[in-house]
């Protein structure tokens, strides 16, 4: 759910480029991973998940109306474990979904900090206060009485960590922020509304004009932080989206590090640390190269020994969802200091969908380690589109990369796994 603009309507998926030529076939045997999707906006495409193409499918929440229907997708495909995900393509009934808990800035206004007040003892006023206090320009007495009550983050916050204890590898996401969006007009439906040739999900835009109300930045900033927090306590990886605001996105993410750094060394003197040794260094070099071998006939890794994990104000692995950032931007988030281990994720929709994300991407690309580039659909449809949009955005990496479909599908995999499972 990320748009550069904040304009677009989500559930109208872009037209795909078809030139007509003759294409190298796509190995989908080899398993591919949509790091970032939104089937649970359309519940009638969900049935075709079985019969994707696409190996796994992480299914992000964005808001209080479809919490429980991710969760509802993931007890019944849901993936427990990285055996269970590679054995799950030739089973009959395979597990193909990785939930996410979250609740997306578009809706960051509908939550208040309980912490900083008292009980409520007149709802509507708290109702009037909080919007006029969050939302930018101040709404009117009408515009504010189409909005939801606003809930306790407290509440959420419990609820989410619920869910996301109740599911293996459930990430935190959608969370970020997103300075473009503006709130649409009028009362979002109750009910599934028909739109598209399906029943959409209520809570979303759902087709409704755009107001000149957005959520102020510090309020966004607040959500946000607080996600980022629960994901560290739970040792969860998270799924972050951003529009025209990296430079706060990063600045959020820094202000929960801070204090955690890793300390950077050289390799000569981490080959001199006696093994056993538990301080977090990082090479001042750069990144080790991949083991080349896993993209030939190797086997992949096997699923790691963890140490127990120390909970920590920050997640130990983030997404940049359809990241649309210029290169240096990105370059920020490589920094070996760093105690996050930062993927980033790109989509047909955002990264190709206009003239400016086309004349970047290559650079952004190239820019984006090998290790850590994923890709995504963003789509919120299930079935035939949403693998096609999968296979269109690794054909182009793999193209700007200098990748084979095989080597590339494999990398992609390992990054995927590693983002996911640590």
Known sequence: MCSPTGESTPHEAPKRADDGAPKEPFPWHIGVYDAHCHPTDTMTSISSIKNMQARLLTIMATRGQDQDLVASVAEQHGVTNLNELRESGSSETPKKVVPAFGWHPWFSHQLYDDSKEEAITDVQAHKTKHYSAVLSPTPDADFIASLPDPIPISKFLDETRQRVLAH?????????????????????????????????????????????????????????????????????????????????????????????????????????????????????????????????????????????????????????????????????????????????????????????????????????????????????????????????IARRICEVKGWGLEEGMRRIRRNYEEFLFG
């Open 168 to 392: 293996p590898t459930a990430l935190v996401g959608e969370i970020g922020l997103d300075k473009a969006f503006r709130l649409p007009w009028g009362k979002a439906a109750d009910e599934p509304s028909s739109r598209n040739g399906g029943d959409l999900t209520p809570g979303g835009r759902e087709g409704r004009m755009l107001s000149p109300h957005h959520v102020k930045m510090a309020h966004q900033v607040e959500v946000l932080k607080a996600q980022l927090r629960l994901a560290g306590e739970l040792g969860r990886p998270v799924s972050l989206h951003g529009v025209q605001a990296h430079g706060v996105l990063f600045d959020a993410l820094a202000s929960l590090w801070k204090g955690h750094e890793k300390e950077v060394v050289s390799r000569k003197k981490q080959k001199m640390i006696a093994k056993g040794v538990s301080e977090d260094f990082s090479s001042s070099d750069e990144e080790e190269s991949d083991d080349d071998s896993e993209f030939g006939l190797g086997e992949p890794k096997q699923e790691k020994v963890k140490k127990p994990y120390k909970p920590k104000p920050f997640p130990p692995r983030a997404c940049l969802h359809s990241f649309s950032g210029p290169p240096q931007m990105l370059k920020q988030y490589l920094d070996p200091k760093i105690p996050v281990k930062c993927y980033f994720s790109f989509s047909v929709g955002v990264n190709l969908g206009t003239a400016g994300g086309e004349a970047k991407f290559a650079d952004v690309i190239r820019a984006c380690p090998d290790g850590q580039v994923l890709v995504e659909s963003d789509l919120h449809v299930a079935g035939e589109d949403m693998d096609g949009y999968l296979e269109d």
